[in-house]
T-cell receptor
Framework: AQRVTQPEKLLSVFKGAPVELKCNYSYSGSPELFWYVQYSRQRLQLLLR??SRESIKGFTADLNKGETSFHLKKPFAQEEDSAMYYCALNSGSARQLTFGSGTQLTVLP | ETGVTQSPTHLIKTRGQQVTLRCSSQSGHNTVSWYQQALGQGPQFIFQ???????GRGNFPPRFSGLQFPNYSSELNVNALELDDSALYLC??????????????FGPGTRLTVT
């Protein structure tokens, strides 16, 4: 069965500091991984997808199949990055998403 | 472009009752997925509907059922409500059969409280 683990419920960093949100997964097939973000009082939205290998709002994430990880990184955090971040694994023909429990990121001034 | 909408915003039900939640998909989207999000947890997949047929189901009992209508809107029905059904219910729509079929657009959710 597929599983997504986000070990940190809360993460605080200072503005301008690097940030890394950890995500590990368990899946027997070829994984398709995503990061979703929820800003305060907004709905859940897609941040990035591992296949696209693009940088969104300065965030990047690399899929490491050996370590079964998909950590989200940003070299210089901004206050507007404060939000809840969810790592998600796409599985099955229905493209059902398996979410981690989320990490609440707070960027301090 | 109209985003995903859900109704009602919140409601309170008593254990044993039945509830129907509604979702209107984003304009042009043909697939709807439902998720349950308990407090402090990530969303958990309930089921997905495509072309009015169930197209995948998570680990939820049969008392969770759904419908999709020709206009691609959808309903989630829960019978014999239990206290543990208290959660935020999210609806997400997507467009199957395109290069962006992976992208799910979420609604604001319906907060269900079972007492």
């Amino acid at each position: 069965a597929q599983r997504v683990t986000q070990p940190e419920k809360l993460l605080s960093v200072f503005k301008g500091a690097p940030v890394e949100l950890k995500c590990n997964y368990s899946y027997s097939g070829s994984p398709e991984l995503f990061w979703y973000v929820q800003y305060s009082r907004q709905r859940l939205q897609l941040l990035l997808r591992h296949i696209s290998r693009e940088s969104i709002k300065g965030f990047t994430a690399d899929l490491n199949k050996g370590e079964t990880s998909f950590h989200l990184k940003k070299p210089f955090a901004q206050e507007e990055d404060s939000a809840m971040y969810y790592c998600a694994l796409n599985s099955g023909s229905a493209r059902q998403l398996t979410f981690g429990s989320g990490t609440q990121l707070t960027v301090l001034p | 472009e109209t985003g995903v909408t859900q109704s009602p915003t919140h409601l309170i039900k008593t254990r044993g009752q039945q509830v129907t939640l509604r979702c209107s998909s984003q304009s042009g989207h043909n697939t709807v997925s439902w998720y349950q999000q308990a407090l402090g947890q990530g969303p958990q997949f309930i089921f997905q509907y495509y072309r009015e047929e169930e197209n995948g189901r998570g680990n939820f009992p049969p008392r969770f059922s759904g419908l999709q209508f020709p206009n691609y809107s959808s309903e989630l029905n829960v019978n014999a409500l239990e206290l543990d059904d208290s959660a935020l219910y999210l609806c997400a729509s997507s467009l199957a059969g395109t290069h962006r079929s992976y992208e799910q657009y979420f609604g604001p959710g319906t907060r269900l409280t079972v007492t």
